[in-house]
């Protein structure tokens, strides 16, 4: 184990009492194992209030060992490895925090200094979002927690894009031999029906008269047990492909995000794309609602349009619907 005042000089912490579980967790994660003696000397809390944010992260279904020696922290599955990401990734860049706010949080605010193609990764993220705001719960090591940087000329129209990177998350795992992923307009993808990844794009502001996008991505690979305060039916990817290597996951899916995007910037929502989409859209041909703040429509869903819309046959004729404007429930 390294010197533990060799990292006190590397490292500067704010010291607020609701970052102490964040604090804790971060050193977990750099040190093989600490005593609760080290902590204390780290981390400029009492031995009751670190033990007491312990049993708080155990709760969060984060596994931490205790023995004799010291505490140590046990990830859901094997890390993140960053000489085999940033090579097997070049020429685009890779940032790996192993915890992070968010990792779309960390493109925005970092958005001045990114090129093109840009990737965050993350082992955890205390913060992250999902779309209207909702919280995207995370694992240690137990997802894939991504974000990628992006640009586009601003003629080009962003509907449909989510829809863009829920293919190639699709493309990836079927690739790997999952069968039953289907896509929830407008970007949810779901194995057997449950929820398995989700993904958020955020636009942001660049002088560069280009259309500056992060786009975040979360997969679950294998949840805790004890992560039951999720409202809706999700799954794991170790259901059905227990025997993945995460990393090369990651790259594969990298690679086609990144291809799925050039392909978007070339032709957009092309109708070879929309084929593809109508044969793995997990409502297709079903009674679904439309809600929004307001209202409620009711039809049977027929896929896309060029633009990215969801097209439905209502009472009253065919219906377009923005993905930013409402949510697609299931009759």
């Known amino acids: 184990m390294h010197k533990i005042d060799a990292y006190g000089k590397k490292t500067t912490f704010d010291y607020k009492k609701r970052d102490l579980m964040q604090h804790?967790?971060?050193?977990?994660?750099?040190?093989?194992?600490?005593?609760?003696?080290?902590?204390?000397?780290?981390?400029?809390?009492?031995?009751?209030?670190?033990?007491?944010?312990?049993?708080?992260?155990?709760?969060?279904?984060?596994?931490?060992?205790?023995?004799?020696?010291?505490f140590q922290l046990i990830p859901q599955l094997d890390r993140l490895n960053e000489s085999y990401l940033t090579r097997e990734l070049a020429p685009y860049s890779v940032h790996i925090k192993p915890i992070?706010?968010?990792?779309?949080?960390?493109?925005?605010?970092?958005?001045?200094?990114?090129?093109?193609?840009?990737?965050?990764?993350?082992?955890?993220?205390?913060?992250?979002?999902?779309?209207?705001?909702?919280?995207?719960?995370?694992?240690?090591?137990?997802?894939?927690?991504?974000?990628?940087?992006?640009?586009?000329?601003?003629?080009?129209?962003?509907?449909?894009?989510?829809l863009v990177v829920g293919m190639a998350i699709a493309d990836t795992l079927r690739r790997t031999g999952v069968r039953n992923v289907k896509l929830k307009w407008p970007n949810d993808v779901l194995l057997n029906g449950r929820k398995l990844a989700g993904i958020l794009v955020?636009?942001?502001?660049?002088?560069?008269?280009?259309?500056?996008?992060?786009?975040?991505?979360?997969?679950?690979?294998?949840?805790?047990?004890?992560?039951?305060?999720?409202?809706?039916?999700?799954?794991?990817l170790i259901e059905v492909l227990p025997n993945f290597d995460r990393n090369k996951l990651i790259v594969s899916l990298s690679q086609n995000v990144l291809a799925r995007l050039q392909q978007f910037e070339q032709v957009g929502i092309d109708k070879k794309f929309r084929l593809e989409w109508e044969e793995i859209d997990a409502y297709f041909g079903e009674e679904v609602n439309i809600l929004s703040e307001k209202h409620k429509v009711t039809g049977i869903e027929q896929g896309i349009d060029e633009r990215g819309y969801i097209q439905l046959i209502t009472k009253e004729g065919v219906q377009y619907f923005n993905a930013g404007e409402v949510s697609l429930r299931k009759v």
Request: net charge negative; charged share 15%; hydrophobic share 40%.
């Open 24 to 70: 804790l967790l971060l050193l977990l994660a750099t040190y093989s194992q600490l005593s609760l003696e080290d902590l204390t000397a780290l981390l400029p809390y009492s031995k009751e209030d670190i033990l007491q944010q312990i049993e708080a992260l155990r709760q969060q279904g984060i596994q931490i060992e205790e023995s004799a020696v010291g």
């Open 202 to 236: 955020e636009i942001a502001n660049r002088p560069n008269n280009l259309h500056n996008l992060v786009i975040g991505l979360g997969i679950n690979l294998s949840l805790p047990k004890q992560q039951n305060n999720i409202t809706q039916p999700w799954a794991e």
């Open 100 to 162: 992070v706010n968010s990792t779309n949080q960390y493109l925005l605010d970092n958005i001045a200094y990114l090129e093109k193609g840009t990737i965050c990764l993350s082992e955890y993220q205390t913060a992250g979002r999902g779309r209207r705001g909702r919280q995207w719960l995370s694992p240690f090591a137990g997802q894939v927690i991504m974000s990628l940087y992006w640009t586009l000329d601003r003629q080009i129209n962003l509907e449909g894009l989510s």
